[in-house]
């Protein structure tokens, strides 16, 4: 309650300089000013905020399936950036093959295309020097285009998202961007977290390797 303890340390001030001046200031009431402080918290109260819980204190990615949206958050919890994506058109699910997009924390352990220009195809984790087009998207309509920057995530569940036939890393599920023809708030990826081209370029560039996600279906 910063707007509380700035009037107590004012009243705290005040009396002190009293005592080193031998001079006599105006008595002021302190539950007077107390209560002055909390009204204008209240008026004005805390922005609300989502800390990391799985490694507190960290800034994080929070991916919703249900609102096909993606939000950074700083250490504090403070939403810092938000979104619209588009996850898997199959749903939710973490085996080998499926086509769905994981649940779970995660973590951004490699990073693939910093500095290339947007709409860059990278194939096969490689940045190509050709780009995507509309016109290039009309001839291969089935392809799912992987473009600009990719965060490949790891697992960080052991039995879930992590080892086996269930592990994310192996299956190379990406927050990535991706062309004009998705729809954009709807699920059609083919696991993947796709992201606007300018949007995945931020996004890349506000994060460290490292940084947790958590892929959430109901958020």
């Given at each position: 309650?910063?707007?509380?303890?700035?009037?107590?340390?004012?009243?705290?001030?005040?009396?002190?300089?009293?005592?080193?001046?031998?001079?006599?200031?105006?008595?002021?009431?302190?539950?007077?000013?107390?209560?002055?402080?909390?009204?204008q918290?209240?008026a004005?109260?805390?922005?609300?905020?989502?800390p990391?819980?799985?490694?507190y204190?960290?800034?994080?990615?929070?991916?919703?399936?249900?609102?096909q949206?993606?939000?950074?958050?700083?250490?504090?919890?403070?939403?810092?950036?938000?979104?619209?994506?588009?996850?898997?058109?199959?749903?939710?699910?973490e085996?080998s093959?499926?086509?769905q997009?994981?649940?779970?924390?995660?973590?951004?352990?490699?990073?693939?295309?910093?500095?290339?220009?947007?709409?860059?195809?990278?194939?096969?984790?490689?940045?190509?020097?050709?780009?995507?087009?509309?016109?290039?998207?009309?001839?291969?309509?089935?392809?799912?285009?992987?473009?600009?920057?990719?965060?490949?995530?790891?697992?960080?569940?052991?039995g879930?998202?992590?080892?086996?036939?269930?592990?994310?890393?192996n299956?190379?599920?990406?927050?990535?961007?991706?062309?004009?023809?998705?729809?954009?708030?709807?699920?059609?990826?083919?696991?993947?977290?796709r992201?606007?081209?300018?949007?995945?370029?931020?996004?890349?560039?506000?994060?460290?390797?490292?940084?947790?996600?958590?892929?959430?279906?109901?958020?």
């Amino acid at each position: 309650m910063p707007r509380l303890l700035l009037a107590l340390c004012l009243l705290s001030a005040a009396a002190g300089a009293a005592a080193d001046d031998d001079q006599v200031l105006p008595q002021v009431d302190p539950i007077a000013v107390a209560a002055f402080a909390a009204g204008q918290q209240a008026a004005a109260p805390l922005l609300e905020t989502h800390p990391n819980a799985h490694r507190y204190g960290a800034p994080w990615i929070l991916v919703g399936v249900k609102s096909q949206t993606l939000k950074l958050y700083d250490g504090w919890g403070r939403l810092q950036r938000e979104y619209i994506v588009s996850t898997a058109r199959k749903g939710v699910g973490e085996l080998s093959g499926s086509y769905q997009t994981p649940r779970g924390w995660h973590r951004v352990c490699e990073r693939i295309g910093a500095g290339v220009e947007a709409d860059t195809i990278i194939f096969r984790r490689k940045v190509t020097p050709w780009k995507y087009t509309p016109e290039l998207h009309a001839q291969y309509p089935n392809k799912d285009w992987i473009l600009t920057r990719i965060l490949w995530l790891c697992g960080e569940e052991p039995g879930k998202n992590q080892g086996g036939e269930v592990d994310s890393y192996n299956r190379a599920i990406y927050i990535h961007g991706a062309g004009e023809h998705v729809p954009w708030g709807s699920p059609s990826s083919l696991g993947c977290v796709r992201m606007k081209n300018p949007d995945v370029i931020e996004l890349f560039d506000a994060t460290d390797n490292g940084i947790d996600v958590l892929i959430d279906e109901n958020a």
